[in-house]
């Protein structure tokens, strides 16, 4: 998670704190070196996706946990933004799929996503940790208290981009992960999937923003795991499956699907805890090519 702080008319500051959440809980539990390792690993593909010739709104880092950004006015009521606003913030989440994992399993067994739509032939039945034929892009709210996935038509009638604009966009998170995806591959990772954020400029230009390519927007996997067989979660995601091992995450659903007062998130394990910031560490210097310390 991180903090952000109005420092200037033009600039914001974000602090990357160790505290981590999942399905939009903050769980009670410090992670030692979360912080700094999302804010440096952030950094390191600002500066990738800027040598691709794609704006983003990184500015410059002020230590190992801090970042300066260009500020851009964020709008949560939708009927305010215009074809024509400028240097906001697109209210949108944009998701590029490359293997079947997570959530996007769990809605291809349940039918709410069909093989088809995922360039699968037709009745054949995908199975977890299996290639998708073809990148599977999707959008979801990005100000709205729980993320919903919209369709193109959805996504454009909140954001008020032309396809033109939209069709831009869904490019650009293409051209950035093709990047990324050769470059963690040479490391030995699998780039599975990840969620990507964009601004529109004071010139109405496509602005890269917020932070990608991290253990908390993507997903990895371990290349030499996946070739004996096991999806090894590199990321964010090894919590996620922690809370789903323990039950906490099917009866957070089934409230959620009740209407019923949530759950409280338990903390994680001491030893859960170590695990997960050894993988914070062991990731950022997978991803950059950096030691740590």
């Not at 981590?20 to 950094?43: M, N, W, Y």
Request: glycine share 6%; proline share 6%.
């Amino acid at each position: 998670m991180k903090e952000v702080y109005e420092v200037s008319p033009r600039e914001l500051e974000f602090f990357f704190t160790d505290q981590i959440s999942v399905f939009d809980k903050v769980i009670p539990t410090q992670v030692p070196h979360k912080g700094e390792t999302l804010c440096r690993t952030s950094a390191h593909w600002f500066q990738v996706v800027e040598d691709l010739g794609i704006r983003t709104h990184f500015l410059r880092l002020e230590g190992g946990d801090r970042m300066r950004v260009r500020r851009v006015e964020v709008i949560p009521d939708y009927d305010k933004i215009m074809p024509s606003t400028k240097n906001f913030l697109i209210p949108l989440e944009v998701i590029a799929r490359y293997y079947v994992a997570g959530s996007f399993h769990d809605r291809i067994k349940g039918g709410r996503i069909q093989p088809e739509d995922a360039g699968f032939p037709a009745g054949h039945v995908p199975a977890y940790g299996e290639p998708l034929p073809e990148p599977f892009v999707e959008v979801t709210t990005k100000l709205e208290k729980v993320d919903r996935e919209l369709t193109r038509d959805e996504a454009l009638a909140i954001s008020k981009l032309s396809r033109a604009e939209y069709n831009d966009l869904v490019d650009a998170v293409l051209k950035i992960d093709a990047r990324l995806n050769e470059d963690v591959e040479r490391r030995g990772l699998i780039h599975v999937d990840g969620k990507k954020e964009f601004a529109m400029d004071g010139e109405r230009r496509l602005m890269l923003v917020d932070t990608f390519g991290t253990a908390d927007e993507d997903r990895f996997w371990d290349v030499q795991e996946y070739e004996r067989g096991k999806q090894v979660e590199l990321s964010k995601e090894f919590v996620r499956q922690y809370y789903r091992k323990i039950g906490y995450h099917q009866a957070l659903m089934d409230a959620r699907a009740a209407g019923k007062p949530e759950p409280d998130i338990p903390p994680l394990p001491d030893d859960v805890t170590k695990q997960v910031s050894d993988l914070y560490v062991s990731l950022f210097e997978r991803l950059t090519g950096e030691k740590f310390r």
